[in-house]
Antibody, heavy 122, light 115 residues
Framework: QITLKESGPPLVKPTQTLTLTCTFS??????????VAWIRQPPGKALEWLAL???????RYSPSLNSRLTITKDASKNQVVLTMTNMDPVDTATYYC??????????????WGQGTLVTVSS | QAVLTQPPSLSASPGASASLTCTLR?????????IYWYQQKPGSPPQYLLR?????????GSGVPSRFSGSKDASANAGILLISGLQSEDEADYYC?????????FGGGTKLTVL
């Protein structure tokens, strides 16, 4: 059974750095074709992809947020960490992590965590 | 800059079919893109439904009913999610997604109301 769970502070102040952890089970981030992504969703709004790390340590970032994001993985601990600097109230959102499955160049998010709501406010 | 555009809302009756569109803008052709579709119900994370590039390159997610299918309208430069035999449980937000280079794009989502 594949599960993912996001954890992190529910409240951060403007200009602070957010650190989120995705802890997963049921798959290995050392397996070819596997990745873990972060996606967020402001209240009542659309999904926005943030970052992705692959089994081979390749990393990809949203072009619009690239300068603020860092994604790292610890395959031995089954964890992926996302840091986002200089938080602003517009970054208030539910943050999801999702397993990425790639086969023949076709990659999609097949399992998602329940998400964690992060509010940015002073 | 490629962008996926979806109509904000769509209503349809139980038993009818609904066609949700996802228009690719930014000077790129939808013909060469795989379009992925996700369903999201209130308070829950999105769930993968299917992907569609062509009749020979498409896949429905595990456990997804055959009532859900994908297609394209090349003239409109759009991917389409077709839901036939609408049921009340299909009422949800639907998001399209694609890969543009090595980055992921999501559409703005369509809220489907079944009434």
């Amino acid at each position: 059974q594949i599960t993912l769970k996001e954890s992190g502070p529910p409240l951060v102040k403007p200009t602070q750095t957010l650190t989120l952890t995705c802890t997963f089970s049921g798959f290995s981030l050392s397996t070819s074709g596997v990745g873990v992504a972060w996606i967020r969703q402001p209240p009542g709004k659309a999904l926005e992809w943030l970052a992705l790390t692959y089994w081979d340590d390749d990393k990809r970032y949203s072009p619009s947020l690239n300068s603020r994001l860092t994604i790292t993985k610890d395959a031995s601990k089954n964890q992926v960490v996302l840091t986002m600097t200089n938080m602003d109230p517009v970054d208030t959102a539910t943050y999801y992590c999702a397993r990425t499955w790639c086969s023949g160049g076709r990659c999609y998010f097949d399992y998602w965590g329940q998400g964690t709501l992060v509010t940015v406010s002073s | 800059q490629a962008v996926l555009t979806q109509p904000p809302s769509l209503s349809a009756s139980p038993g009818a079919s609904a066609s949700l569109t996802c228009t690719l803008r930014g000077g790129v052709s939808v013909v060469t893109y795989r379009i992925y579709w996700y369903q999201q119900k209130p308070g829950s994370p999105p769930q993968y439904l299917l992907r569609y590039k062509s009749d020979s390159d498409n896949q429905r997610g595990s456990g997804v009913p055959s009532r859900f299918s994908g297609s394209k309208d090349a003239s409109a430069n759009a991917g389409i999610l077709l839901i036939s035999g609408l049921q009340s449980e299909d009422e949800a937000d639907y998001y399209c997604m694609t890969w543009h280079g090595s980055a992921v794009l999501f559409g703005g989502g369509t809220k489907l109301t079944v009434l």
